[in-house]
């Protein structure tokens, strides 16, 4: 007989059942999946399982395979059921399967967090610093505009601030957005179809480099996202033109599948290289950061199987001076936001963490006690991860199709968006 099944194997500090689990899909403005575990205490914790543009996915194989599993089972054992739903379901890894544990995951600190009437950081150490350093997204149809949006953040009080610009003659570059604040890539039910060149990008990205330099001087941190477009030779040329202005980092240069292919990068430029947003586990990043091939990590806690194994990528990347910097974008909802932050909080090699602002249609679904102020997100004090829904709202918004963009040549051919 199973411990969930007779309950005689209660943890120290007694059991707290898991009496049910259920999953909230809504689109207040862009799509979410929540996962909502309660015990039969009445204590309910919470985890974010958003992929974007495939919800549905998740949010099927948190209902149909993983919710069964849960049910009876206690809620203090995180890691043994981490390690149930990871080893148990014998194929592993992937977006899918990792962001579902991911939101069990979460949900299970969240509780554990109420149950020890904590604030989540507490339980994983402490803080370590008093804010998050985050970075903004400055988005421009061209680099005048880019030059002005970047003056917007500061004024706002960012310290850091990711830059992006159209292109002359490229259809719907890389993150230019439509409003300042709201970018979203996700955009139509089917793909979007966007252009993609190459030699125009290597031609413009220093020049809006440099103007912003120009224009903004040094003390403000810039940091370039790539979006995986760029073949390892180019990426180390793109690196080494844009050493004079200092970046904070240079986001996914190229794609890593081959994680080896950032050797080639990294023996051309000094300029700080960040990558891991689309990583699930640590298998994903473990030679990147072993052969010390990056500098920063960009893993976060919902497509990376939730805190229990972000921990075990930042404690590997400790080791070798990597530093965390974790995905941020809209797309992860206030929840996963909510997480980050304490883990943020603790982890001892932070970097940066990334922060969209979610639309106050989004905040209203989802209370949190985290606030910006000075260019620091604080995550609050509020037992738990200080994240919760509401679902009588979120059932006012349901699910809309919506995928993310495609990118192409000139010539058709299907390039990485
Ligand atoms: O925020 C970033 O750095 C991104 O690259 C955002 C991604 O395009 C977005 O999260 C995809 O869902
Ligand atoms: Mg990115």
Redesign the pocket.
């Known amino acids: 007989m199973s411990e969930a099944e007779d309950g005689s194997a209660a943890s120290g500090g007694g059991m707290l059942r898991i009496r049910g689990a259920r999953v909230v899909v809504t689109c207040p403005g862009r799509n979410f999946v929540t996962l909502v575990i309660e015990t039969d205490q009445g204590l309910t914790g919470i985890g974010d399982a958003t992929?974007?543009?495939r919800e549905l996915a998740v949010a099927s194989y948190l209902t149909d395979h993983v919710i069964p599993n849960l049910i009876g089972r206690d809620a203090h054992r995180i890691e043994d059921i981490w390690q149930f739903l990871y080893r148990g379901a014998y194929w592993r890894r992937g977006p899918v399967t990792m962001s579902a544990i991911a939101a069990v995951d979460t949900a299970l600190w969240d509780i554990k967090a109420k149950a020890a009437g904590l604030p989540l950081y507490q339980l994983l150490g402490g803080r370590s610093r008093e804010g998050v350093l985050v970075y903004g997204?400055a988005n421009g149809a061209d680099i005048e505009a880019t030059v002005d949006q970047v003056g917007a953040y500061r004024e706002m009080g960012y310290r850091a601030i990711?830059a992006q610009s159209g292109i002359p003659g490229v259809r719907g570059a890389?993150?230019v957005g439509r409003g300042d604040l709201y970018?979203e890539?996700?955009d139509a039910a089917l793909p979007t179809e966007t252009l993609w060149s190459t030699s125009a990008y290597l031609n413009h990205a220093p020049k809006l480099f440099e103007r912003l330099r120009m224009a903004h001087g040094d003390e403000i941190e810039l940091l370039h996202?790539v979006?995986h477009r760029l073949t390892p030779i180019e990426a180390a040329r793109l690196g080494k033109a844009l050493e004079p202005y200092r970046l904070f980092w240079l986001?996914?240069a190229t794609p890593a599948e081959n994680q080896e292919a950032f050797r080639l990068i990294r023996q051309h430029t000094v300029t700080p290289l960040a990558v891991g947003?689309?990583f699930n586990t640590i298998w994903d990043c473990r030679e990147l950061i072993q052969n010390q091939l990056i500098d920063y990590i960009?893993t976060t806690v919902v497509h990376a199987g939730g805190i229990t194994h972000l921990r075990r990528i930042a404690d590997l990347a400790a080791l070798y001076q990597v530093r965390t910097g974790s995905?941020?974008?809209?797309?992860?909802s206030p929840v996963c936001m909510g997480a980050a932050l304490h883990f943020d909080s603790w982890v001892p090699n932070f970097g940066i963490q990334?922060y969209?602002r979610h639309s106050p249609e989004t905040d209203a679904v989802f209370p949190h006690d985290y606030h910006f102020a000075d260019g620091y997100l604080i995550a609050g004090e509020a037992p738990g991860h200080g994240v919760t829904i509401d679902e009588t709202l979120a059932a006012r918004y349901p699910y809309e199709p919506r995928q993310?963009p495609v990118a192409r040549l000139a010539d058709g051919t299907l390039w990485h968006?």
Request: glycine content about 12%.
């Open positions: 992929l974007n543009g997204h990711r890389y993150g970018y890539p996700a996202d979006h986001e996914d947003e689309v960009r995905h941020g974008a809209t797309d992860l990334e969209m993310l968006w």
